[in-house]
């Protein structure tokens, strides 16, 4: 049985924002915090990111602030750039709740600035624990009016080594003060924490069961969430569907995606819960009837979707649970045709991916996105297999009379062959249809992706050597890592924990794919995971800023030995998920973060 979110008892003005927001269901996140939540009980969720647990945590925390009162939840964040996006999600969810102000405060920007907004007064403030513990320590923000703390990506801070500043502020919220702890993975620091400070808290996790999924062939892509609509089209050209059902997490996701292929020339048309019966009706009709090839929707729409032959289903965006990918698939393949599923994967969405298979024991084969030859390469071979049945089928005398006396005259002038006659043909038939041709010599937006898997099937490591774009290294039993220079450093008053926090938010990577971090005067030697250093590049080159400067990034050309020796030295290897930085932000480099001043900084305490 579904469950919406009038069912979750939320108030008109949440209900609507999430209505504006495009979500048409809860998630199962959603379903199962929100009413422990509203109900003050204290809750232990395992949640990453991407499940919908800002709104999870969000929705009852706005339902009970009241407008006009002091800070009354405060949220808690290992980045600033988390804490900046927990805020703006916050800031959607409470729209229309007329006069409550949510204030991101973190490291990096200017304390006097956060405390005249403090003064101004805020109801809910989400902040990054050294911060927080700053302007606790100022009197800036006083705990005593708090009636919800709530600890996002509790091992994610833990593992950047803010422990005591997060035991500090739970000791310093109220006795009654709801506390809320999700975290990704459940380590012992973790469980020790919420035994310490949580009581008989609601555990909120979502339990796997195995599912059957239909035996189609499936394939997964890894993309860049900004190159999900050129990877649909890639797809959606190289295999010649007839028939293709592409998801979308919301609404308004849908009116995106089918605005942008509309506008691209496919026929396609959206579903979702915000039409008009009649509409859904005739949406429906034209896509039973061939008149539309590609029908973009909701899991709520696509409920009522009885069509039996869709060739292909795309997961646009992944499904927040396996339940809703096993019935995603099922849409094609049915009644003993054939069919093919196909899913774009983020960085960040690769745990699902992991549940999927995990769930279902499926097999989902990694794909290579067609570069724009191979898509040429396609469209040219369907246009020759049409040519070869047309010369099949005869009937061409009218226009072998006219090819006849066009080359008999042109080949008078200036010696026009019926392979240059063909040639021109296949030319302007392709270029009419598709467009100019020249795209396949266009530089290729996945290029590089379309290399990483290949290299990560060759055991995970890319077997790069001394290539212009700098030194690439490998290490046994390790995940490869690049090291990167980064044109801010001591004389910026940069510290790791910046330097982790921008790269980690900007870029969109965890804070477990950077390795060793060499800060010096006027820059930084960063390791960040050999696979995304291309797409950290990428990213700087677009301009980021760390505490006030804007950055630019390069291969570090001295290569990364120079600056991590690997056997012993101040900032020793550290491989993605090993939990290095806490380690090393308490050991060699506090000694040099003792230099820098405290106020305004945002880090752990050693
Ligand atoms: P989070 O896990 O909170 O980072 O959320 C991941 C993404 O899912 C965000 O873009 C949210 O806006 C979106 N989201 C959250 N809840 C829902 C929902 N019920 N339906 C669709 N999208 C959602």
Avoid at 86 to 96: D, H
Avoid at 278 to 298: H, K, N, S
Wanted: aromatic share 6%; charged share 30%; hydrophobic share 40%.
């Amino acid at each position: 049985m579904s469950v919406s979110f009038e069912d979750l008892c939320l108030s008109r003005e949440l209900l609507d924002a999430v209505k504006d927001m495009g979500f048409e269901e809860p998630s199962p996140i959603q379903i199962l915090a929100v009413p422990p939540l509203l109900a003050g009980r204290d809750a232990l969720g395992q949640a990453q990111t991407g499940t919908g647990k800002t709104a999870a945590f969000g929705l009852p925390v706005l339902e009970k602030v009241i407008a006009g009162q002091g800070v009354q939840a405060l949220v808690l964040c290992p980045t600033r750039e988390l804490a900046i996006q927990v805020a703006e999600e916050l800031n959607r969810l409470a729209a229309r709740k007329r006069g409550v102000v949510i204030l991101p405060i973190y490291g990096g920007q200017f304390i006097e600035r956060q405390i005249r907004a403090l003064d101004k007064g805020a109801q809910v403030v989400v902040g990054t624990p050294g911060r927080v513990m700053d302007h606790l320590r100022r009197g800036t923000l006083r705990p005593d009016g708090l009636t919800c703390l709530v600890l996002d990506e509790a091992d994610e801070m833990l593992d950047m080594g803010f422990r005591e500043d997060i035991e500090a502020i739970l000791e310093q919220c109220p006795a009654d003060c709801q506390r809320v702890l999700f975290s990704a993975t459940m380590p012992a620091p973790i469980l020790e924490l919420a035994k310490r400070f949580l009581r008989e808290p609601e555990m909120l996790s979502i339990a796997r069961k195995m599912l059957t999924v239909p035996a189609i062939e499936q394939t997964y892509y890894e993309v860049r969430p900004y190159q999900k609509m050129d990877a649909l089209c890639r797809v959606l050209d190289s295999q010649g569907f007839r028939k293709a059902l592409v998801f979308c997490s919301t609404k308004r996701g849908v009116d995106e995606v089918c605005i942008h292929l509309q506008q691209r020339g496919y026929q396609a048309d959206g579903l979702h819960g915000d039409l008009a019966q009649p509409q859904r009706d005739r949406v429906m009709q034209r896509f039973r009837a061939e008149g539309v090839d590609i029908l973009v929707a909701t899991d709520v729409a696509a409920r009522g979707i009885d069509v039996d032959d869709v060739d292909a289903v795309i997961n646009y965006d992944m499904p927040h649970d396996v339940e809703k990918y096993v019935h995603r698939i099922g849409r094609t393949g049915r009644a003993g045709r054939p069919g093919s599923a196909f899913t774009f994967v983020t960085l960040r969405e690769h745990y699902k991916l992991r549940d999927i298979i995990r769930c279902t024991r499926a097999h989902i084969k990694q794909g290579r996105l067609p570069t724009l030859r191979d898509v040429d390469n396609i469209r040219t071979t369907r246009l020759l297999d049409e040519v070869r049945r047309t010369v099949e089928e005869g009937s061409l005398d009218r226009w072998l009379l006219l090819v006849e006396e066009f080359l008999a005259e042109r080949f008078q002038e200036g010696g026009v062959t019926g392979r240059d006659m063909s040639a021109a043909l296949l030319k302007l038939l392709m270029q009419r249809d598709f467009g100019k041709q020249d795209s396949a010599d266009a530089p290729d937006v996945f290029a590089v992706e379309a290399r990483r898997p290949a290299a990560a099937q060759e055991g995970g490591l890319s077997r790069g050597g001394q290539g212009a774009a700098g030194r690439r290294r490998e290490r046994r039993n390790d995940a490869p890592m690049r090291a990167l220079r980064l044109s801010v450093g001591h004389a910026h008053k940069v510290s790791p924990r910046e330097l982790v926090g921008a790269i980690a938010g900007e870029c969109g990577i965890s804070s477990r794919h950077i390795g060793a971090i060499d800060i010096r005067k006027q820059f930084s030697v960063v390791e960040v995971a050999e696979e995304l250093a291309e797409d950290v590049l990428a990213v700087f080159s677009r301009g980021v800023s760390i505490c006030g400067v804007r950055v630019s990034a390069q291969p570090d050309e001295g290569g990364a030995e120079g600056h991590f020796p690997r056997k012993a030295g101040k900032f020793g290897p550290r491989r993605p998920r090993s939990g290095f930085y806490a380690k090393k932000t308490r050991g060699s480099a506090a000694g040099r973060r003792e230099e820098e001043p405290s106020a305004g900084r945002d880090r752990p305490r050693s």
